[in-house]
């Protein structure tokens, strides 16, 4: 997946700490820690997040999956998202087999082929 991301953790490449990002973080290899605060983020179908806190948008290939402790201040994007007990989340979901998609016109143009 080709991202305009100014700060990149590549795909053999791991990150642990705490994370301030003015801009977009692609990470196609690993992340751990306590806090992760970015404008933007993009999960490659290889990145792992592990964070306690995330402040900004998610936009994942695959799926999201929000543990237990998770905190997240933001929009999701991704195609399958798993939510776990005691997460906190404000923010918009968007569903969709491709986190770009127009989940809201495609919808409404099914609903109106059944008329």
């Known amino acids: 997946m080709k991202v305009d991301a100014n700060t990149v953790i590549g795909e053999k490449s791991s990150f642990e700490g705490k994370m301030l990002i003015n801009g977009t973080l692609q990470i196609d290899g690993r992340f751990e820690g306590t806090l992760l605060t ?23 290939r695959n799926r999201v999956m929000l543990m237990p402790t998770a905190r997240v201040l933001g929009d999701i994007r991704t195609p399958e998202i798993m939510i776990q007990n005691g ?19 495609t919808i409404l143009d099914l609903y109106k082929k059944h008329d």
């Open 87 to 105: 997460v906190m989340l404000e923010g918009q979901l968007h569903i969709a087999s491709k986190p770009d998609a127009p989940i809201k016109e």
């Open 38 to 60: 970015v404008d933007q983020i993009y999960v490659g179908a290889n990145g792992k997040v592990k964070a306690n806190v995330v402040i900004g948008n998610i936009k994942a």
